[in-house]
Antibody
Framework: EVQLVQSGAEVKKPGESLKISCKGS????????IGWVRQMPGKGLEWMGI????????RYSPSFQGQVTISADKSISTAYLQWSSLKASDTAMYYC?????????????WGQGTLVTVSS | QSALTQPASVSGSPGQSITISCTGT?????????VSWYQQHPGKAPKLMIY???NRPSGVSNRFSGSKSGNTASLTISGLQAEDEADYYC??????????FGGGTKLTVL
């Protein structure tokens, strides 16, 4: 059974750094793109970007390029989403998702979500 | 990149059929057959319902179907059931090699 298990909820202050994680199991972690989706409170889904753990190739949505860093450690089948300086507007639920399809266009399985709250 | 355009809400009675539209441009929906649809119940992670315009993953009811014409994709749910009440999102591959979601549609089963 494929599973994506995300790290727990975080409460941070503006300006702090943060790295959240997503551990994959039940499939070949290095053979599928894995990415992140933001959902702000009461709002829709926003695709942030993806990484191919096999070679660390990474793509970002223009909206998130330079704002976050996506990385992966294939030795422990874990993907990461990182901020160097959080803003209140980063408050949201963040989902990781295994991508499939020719051009990684299908978000075939999702993690349970990590709630990030940024408040002074 | 602006989100793909979906109606904010649709509604239907049990047993009826409804259709949710997803409008983009020739650089996304119209340019590729890589449209997917996701269902999200409150407080839950999204679930894949349709991929590559009209394909259903294993385990998804055949009451869900997808299609596309030009720059607009559509999700049709037939034989509406109470459990179908949820938010629905479309997504499309884009000419920038990224994915773009729609704004989401809240389905109410009356």
């Amino acid at each position: 059974e494929v599973q994506l298990v995300q790290s727990g909820a975080e409460v941070k202050k503006p300006g702090e750094s943060l790295k959240i994680s997503c551990k994959g199991s039940g499939y070949s972690f290095t053979s599928y793109w894995i990415g992140w989706v933001r959902q702000m409170p009461g709002k829709g889904l926003e695709w942030m970007g993806i990484i191919y753990p096999g070679d660390s190739d990474t793509r970002y949505s223009p909206s998130f390029q330079g704002q976050v860093t996506i990385s992966a450690d294939k030795s422990i089948s874990t993907a990461y989403l990182q901020w160097s300086s959080l803003k209140a507007s980063d408050t949201a639920m963040y989902y990781c998702a295994r991508h499939s399809g020719t051009w990684a266009t299908i978000l075939i399985e999702w993690g349970q979500g990590t709630l990030v709250t940024v408040s002074s | 990149q602006s989100a793909l355009t979906q109606p904010a809400s649709v509604s239907g009675s049990p047993g009826q059929s409804i259709t949710i539209s997803c409008t983009g441009t020739s650089s996304d929906v119209g340019g590729y057959n890589y449209v997917s649809w996701y269902q999200q119940h409150p407080g839950k992670a999204p679930k894949l319902m349709i991929y590559d315009v009209s394909n259903r993953p294993s385990g998804v009811s055949n009451r869900f179907s997808g299609s596309k014409s030009g720059n607009t994709a559509s999700l049709t749910i037939s034989g509406l059931q109470a459990e179908d009440e949820a938010d629905y999102y479309c997504s499309s591959y884009t000419s920038s090699s990224t994915l773009l979601f729609g704004g989401g549609t809240k389905l109410t089963v009356l």
